[in-house]
């Protein structure tokens, strides 16, 4: 039988904790970061009090434990110390009046929104204050009297006055033959995000590498630099930490040099985990991965892990961890967005069932798919499934998903935090690159079988045309076109990053409004009072109403008269938003983004929209006419462009 940590207890040192300490522990003051002394992780409790552990990091996810792993048994570890003195509490004197430092186990089931206490002998657990470090241990009982079952274990500590806490864990027990030998690849792909590179390496470095634990002497992290914009020093280059000038060949051929380098690495690694460049890191969430691998049963072996996209904003929201392609084509968060604050949103997220009743989600196998913001895939998956197909950016991590497709496990303590979509809206990625790599990775891969990805195009374009925003509908059909002229365009080097970049410079350009101002007011528009709720704001519509919006696309497609001259309406400018009773009968939308506080005012355009429609529906018949002989070119490319010779080729190393 071997012992090995399961999760840290501790605090990261990191902005997420000042911002959000309840992530780590709840208490009525802040609590010192863990830090390393003499090769011991500690954090000092600061004044007398209850410092409760039952939270999304330190809280031990014991039903996903179970679920996963070969682990036997578990037990909460740590050593406390505290100055001897009298104590006001009357809870931590013993019967002689000397005071005592207390830990004690609690736990939380699906119904809890407290932690409960568990109850019986050698659950609550005293140590003297007396200057001196002394160990405690707590067994995990495997099953509660009372039939409640357990979705989280945690604790509480109750500290006499300043308190020390050192080495503070959760321990499973496995048979010997059941722990792996596992050696961690981390792969970031980055382009001139040289701020969040330094600082994700400085913490690699610090806390995962020089963590003094047995994980940290498994990882070795591969910078893949598309910007050629770094050097060794900046990011603490060693030969556990590497940098590899790249090509700009997008998050694709990113990751694809990544995978490269790892499979080419001394020692061989087990796991690729691919990381965004744009976020912010966790090092616990490496360590409990590596944890996790190495106890994981067979039948999750070749399973990815998932690590959560929690806000850069606000770090306790859990937006997504597992996506699904739902019917119509659009991706999907399979879980609800959560507060990881919220002791019962931490247990919901864990104890979390899919709806298989939801359209898309039916067929998990073909539907369900783990983004790159952090994902950690084995080896043995990528030397049999092969390399990501060259897509620059957009959906090359879902198909790469869905082509497998995995098992995915997910954890409570395993995510990065990253600025949400909303946030960073760009219509080069959403209307050209989905546009383009939808039909890709149907055609190449089969992915996404009972998703209508047609049915995502028009809805693509129809609610860019009913919004005015003609230069976004047009990116759209760019992207589509480029499809239909096959895999030898579409994959040639530098074809990817050539009509990126153009992307960009035609897509609708917003337009600070500051600069606007003067324009807007004689629209009747003062920006300085809008709000998000004033841009988001429907107005209620007849049936009647609904169906001439959706036949004359807000009055663009009929002879009759619809569009009330001189009518303003405001919408938001991200490519997701429609709110067709305050956009009905408008002949000029201002479309405004309140995060980056600019806008562009737009002008029903007739002659525009019939152009743009009827190129849509040649597209469309174009595509129906060729769409055997598409499956089989995209097909054949597909086995041929996810080699690692091909993308050597295609990388020039």
Known sequence: MKTLTAQNIGIDDIPQYAKQPTLWMRADHPVTPSYIDGGHREFQLPVAGDYDLTTFFNALSVAKWRKYTNAKAFHLRMAVKASPFVAIDPTVVDEDGKASIRVTLTMADT??????????????????????????????????????????????????????????????????????????????????????????????RDSVIGSGTEAGKHFTLHIVDNGRTLSEDEVFASDRIQLHPNVNSGGAGGFARGMIESIEQEPKATHVILMDDDISLSPESLLRTYSLLQAVKDEWREAFVSGG???????????????FFNKDGWCQSLKPVMRMSVLHDVIENEAFKPPYDLPGCEDQRTQKYQAWWYCCIPMTQIELRG?????????????????????????????????????????????????????????????????????????????????????????????????LKGPETTFAPGFAEKKFLESHKKAEKLVPLEELDGELKKLGIDFRTLTSADIARDKPRSLFQRGLDFMTFNGQR???????????????????????????????????????????????????FNEIWKRYKDDVKAYRERKAELDKLYH?????????????????I
């Open 309 to 323: 996209m929690m806000s850069l904003d606000e770090p306790d929201i859990r937006h997504e961890d597992i996506g």
């Open 387 to 483: 390399l990501p197909l060259p897509l620059f950016v957009r959906y090359d991590d879902v198909e790469y998903s869905l082509r497998n497709p995995p098992k995915i496990m997910s954890m409570n303590g395993i995510c990065v935090w990253h600025s949400p979509f909303f946030m960073r809206y760009d219509a080069a990625v959403e209307r050209y690159q989905v546009a383009r790599n939808l039909f890709i990775i149907r055609h190449a891969s089969g992915a996404a079988p009972i998703s209508d990805f047609e049915d995502a195009l028009y809805r693509q374009v129809q609610i860019e045309l009913k919004r005015f925003n003609y230069a976004d509908a047009e990116l759209a059909l760019e992207g589509f076109e480029d499809f």
């Open 111 to 204: 119904y809890s929104y407290q932690p409960a206490v568990v109850e019986g002998k050698g659950f609550c657990v005293e140590a003297p204050a007396d200057d001196e470090w002394h160990e405690i241990t707590i067994d995990v009982p495997q099953g509660l009297a009372n039939d409640r079952t357990p979705v989280l274990f945690g604790a509480i500590i109750t500290a006499p006055g300043v308190t020390d806490v050192r080495d503070a864990r959760w321990d499973m027990d496995l048979d010997d033959e059941d722990v792996r030998h596992v050696e961690v690849a981390v792969c970031i792909t980055t382009f001139k995000k040289e701020p969040y590179i330094r600082r994700n390496a400085h913490i690699f």
């Open 558 to 608: 009929t002879p009759l008269p619809y569009t009330k001259h001189g009518k303003v309406a405001i919408c938001e400018a991200s490519g997701g938003a429609y709110i067709g009773g305050a956009l009905r009968e408008a002949e000029t939308v201002v479309a405004v983004s309140i995060p980056q506080r600019k806008a562009s005012i737009r002008h029903k355009d007739q002659a525009r």
């Open 636 to 652: 054949e490319a597909f086995r041929r462009m996810t080699t690692v010779k091909a993308w050597k080729e295609y990388l020039g």
